[in-house]
């Protein structure tokens, strides 16, 4: 923690002097640093903002604390290279360690995540007056568990039933048994090499430090997860990698985390209390989807093999610490399993009878029934994913009893974990010398828990009804295919991220800095600030700081006119294909593509297996073929070397690309970034706006999709020297008035329309 300052600047004049002051002060001093007006404005209008929060001293012991202060946030939209991170962090930082307090740094991204530990910060404590130390935070489930990693060293397969990670199918003949022996025995080596990596300091225990990092079925069996341990009571607590980062976070001054770490561990006292630190979110436009993403709840409704693990894994666990049971656990699993599957069966019988359902698995193959070994639904889908939606958030009266049943039956059964779980903890505390029995039980049990409270959080979600006058949930089903069986789960959220972060996040916050290149969606902060829960708080000041790039002499941004409106898909995607091979032609450097869906891609890819577009396929890198990093790698050697390549990507390649000069001399817009029609949440939003007599296309789907392509804008002109050429294929853009509201939120490029070969200036 930071010492408390002697020298606390005092009053908001002095805190902003300070902070502002700090800011020149790094920008005199960073070698190669220009100053840029729009950046010195950002600082300014954070100096500003934050400096009416004071931090008053704490209070000695036996005195009252003293009432809480003002609050600030500052909103900034922050163009394309205003330089946001030296702005934020050289101001906040400094205004936080003047006053004792710490700074946390949220970003969406791993790659900002990595600019700001490898970069931005080290140059920052190199020139600053006052030091301070940094560091990257991450999830538990990043760092090994030392228990569960010598327990599973060897490949013993009776060892993996710990942790209740077998798959419900298991090989029924001898020969598919061998070979899931051969594979444990496999991960048991694995396992084995870790240890020893551990034990001779050649792995610190954080899976992303690893050579080779692990699929998801060998790492899992060995993650730290809260619900196995048993922290300090644990025989391998001192020599654990994931508390060895927490020991570091405590002696650090400023923590770089990302959004779905800080929600998920609000109240869990895993990071700073965002009530006594300063909070800048980077890349702020992602906020309401990942709180939405947070509080989104699903249970699985095929696997149900682990639940015929668990009756003797809690008597093993519970006898041995001489813990009378409450409950009969046999009899509540079964009867768990049993709703679990009926549900099931209810579900499989809606989607068969769905319209959309129907006309999709007509043209696939349809459903044939299933041998579950578990209890299944009985059926085996031979289509491709889909979504069936509770219209309104409403359970079907038929369906209530079996769902009531699930949360009654995980909810007693969670019940008695936690009886267990407390009597283990206290038994690791009075005998030290059995701490390592205590903990190996307590992971034993633990495994099971994150399933139980899913399926009961679930469950009780699924089960409230819908209130007059306010937002109903999303509840919906997914179905799919994984190794030709179904899969099948339930979920549901809130409707209304903004409310969630009001009353989760912002209601906590007493200074923070919000920030993003994409805050502004057709000309206005409107849709961001509800979104993110900042609308008509009395304590926000936002402000649009404009890039410094020349747009409409670096770039230009052309609309195609088609002969085919977008909404004829089939015909227009075909049009619009035959346009792009030909303009990929055109291409001397740098390129990138963005498209809409996987299918579109997918039918671009297939145009140039063709002879007639064959010659474009060497220069073509699609996502998906290897990694981000890769592809970026060779995409670079191709343009360093004089050639031409050409990026194939999808919306995650929209955002957070930097190809500069000419890595990217064109961006090629395959069609307007509409969210998927069939997104279950943005559906139930859509009907809760329209009983409210509300536009949600107007209010929602504009500008979300005003924000995704100016993201997508974005990838074009990165550097002051950039030239690049912006090319939208869909013509709504110009044609509608709704493409009207989102040019006004796009970079005042210089805009054209192509009719055939014909280019027309276009007013904006």
């Known amino acids: 923690m930071t010492d408390e300052p002697t020298d606390r600047p005092s009053g908001p004049l002095a805190r902003e002097a300070l902070a502002l002051g700090a800011f020149d002060h790094v920008v005199s001093r960073l070698d190669g640093f220009r100053v840029r007006a729009g950046q010195r404005e950002m600082a300014a209008h954070i100096a500003e903002t934050l400096s009416v929060v004071d931090w008053p001293a704490k209070p000695e012991k036996g005195e009252d604390p003293p009432p809480p202060g003002p609050r600030a946030i500052a909103v ?113 080596r694995i396992y084995e090499r870790w240890g020893q990596m551990l034990d001779s300091g050649d792995w610190d225990g954080d899976r992303d430090r690893l050579a080779e990092p692990p699929e998801g079925d060998v790492w899992t069996p060995v993650a730290a997860e809260r619900h196995t341990c048993t922290a300090r009571h644990c025989p391998s607590y001192n020599g654990c990698s994931y508390y060895r980062s927490r020991a570091k976070l405590a ?148 369906w209530a009893e079996t769902v009531g049943h699930i949360a009654s039956r995980a909810g007693a059964l969670l019940k008695e974990f936690e009886l267990i779980a407390a009597q283990l903890k206290v038994l ?107 609308a008509f708080d009395d304590d926000v000041r936002a402000r649009e700081v404009q890039s410094p790039f020349d747009h409409a002499a670096q770039g230009r941004l052309v609309v195609v006119q088609t002969q085919h409106d977008p909404k004829d898909v089939e015909g227009y995607s075909r049009e619009m294909l035959d346009l792009l091979m030909d303009d990929l032609r055109h291409v001397k ?7 809409t869906s996987k299918a579109l891609m997918k039918r671009a890819q297939d145009l140039l297996e063709r002879g007639l577009h064959s010659e474009l396929r060497e220069k073509v890198l699609v996502q998906g073929e290897s990694s981000r990093t890769q592809l970026l790698k060779r995409h670079a050697e191709r343009v360093a070397d004089g050639g031409a390549s050409i990026l194939f990507g999808l919306q995650s390649f929209g955002e957070g690309l930097d190809l ?3 890595l990217c001399e064109w961006v090629f817009i395959t069609k307007l970034p509409f969210a998927s029609p069939s997104d279950p949440v943005g559906q139930a939003r859509a009907d809760w ?56 939120g796009l970079p005042p490029y210089r805009l054209q329309r192509r009719d055939g070969d014909r280019l027309t200036e276009v007013a904006r």
């Open 251 to 398: 002696q650090s001054q400023v923590i770089v985390v990302n959004h779905d770490l800080l929600l998920s561990t609000l109240g869990l006292h895993a990071l700073p209390d965002p009530s006594d630190c300063y909070l800048v979110f980077d890349e702020a436009h992602h906020l309401g989807a990942v709180a939405q993403g947070q509080f989104t709840e699903s249970m699985d409704l095929m696997r149900g093999g682990w639940l015929d693990k668990l009756p003797r894994a809690v008597t093993d666990v519970a006898g041995a610490i001489a813990h009378p049971l409450g409950v009969d656990v046999a009899t509540l699993a079964r009867e768990l399993k049993a709703a679990q599957a009926e549900l099931a069966r209810r579900a499989m019988a809606r989607l068969a009878e769905s319209p959309e359902w129907l006309a999709l698995s007509g043209k696939q193959g349809g459903m044939r029934p299933r041998n579950g070994r578990d209890g299944g639904a009985g059926f085996e889908f031979n289509v491709p994913n889909a979504t069936e939606r509770l219209e309104g958030g409403v359970l079907p009266a038929d």
């Open 76 to 188: 900034v939209q922050a163009g394309t290279g205003v330089g946001k991170s030296a702005a934020y962090a050289s101001t906040v930082i400094p205004l936080a360690l003047a006053q004792g307090k710490r700074v946390m740094i949220s970003t969406a991204t791993v790659a900002l995540q990595e600019q700001l530990i490898a970069k931005d910060l080290p140059a920052l404590a190199a020139v600053l007056p006052q030091p301070f130390v940094f560091t990257l935070a991450k999830g538990r489930g990043r760092y090994v568990c030392r228990l569960k990693l010598d327990q599973m060293a060897g490949g013993d397969v009776a060892t993996s039933d710990l942790f209740g990670d077998e798959p419900d199918d298991k090989p029924s003949s001898a020969d598919k048994g061998d070979a899931l022996e051969r594979v444990w025995a496999e991960r048991g």
């Open 689 to 744: 706006l329209k009983a409210q007599g509300r536009d949600p296309f107007s209010e929602l789907v504009v500008p979300a999709t005003g924000a995704r392509l100016l993201q997508w804008t974005g990838r074009a002109l990165r550097t002051e020297t950039d030239e690049a050429v912006v090319v939208c294929y869909d013509a709504r853009l110009l044609r509608q008035s709704y493409g009207r509201r989102m040019l006004k």
């Open 428 to 534: 690791a505390r009075d005998d030290p010398g059995d701490a390592p029995r205590c903990a190996q039980l307590y992971s034993r049990i633990g495994t099971f828990a994150p399933r139980l409270q899913h399926m009961a959080a679930t469950a009780e979600l699924w089960l409230q009804a819908p209130v007059e006058g306010q937002a109903p949930l999303a509840k919906w089903l997914e179905a799919g295919i994984q190794n030709g069986l179904v899969t099948l789960s339930a979920h549901a959220c809130p409707l209304n991220p903004g409310g969630l972060l009001r009353a989760h996040l912002w209601s906590k916050v007493r200074a923070a800095v919000a920030t993003s290149a994409s805050l502004v969606t057709c000309g206005g902060f409107d849709h961001f600030l509800h979104e993110s829960g900042l």
């Open 660 to 662: 500069p000069g000419e």
């Open 589 to 595: 450097r740098g390129a990138l593509v963005l498209f």
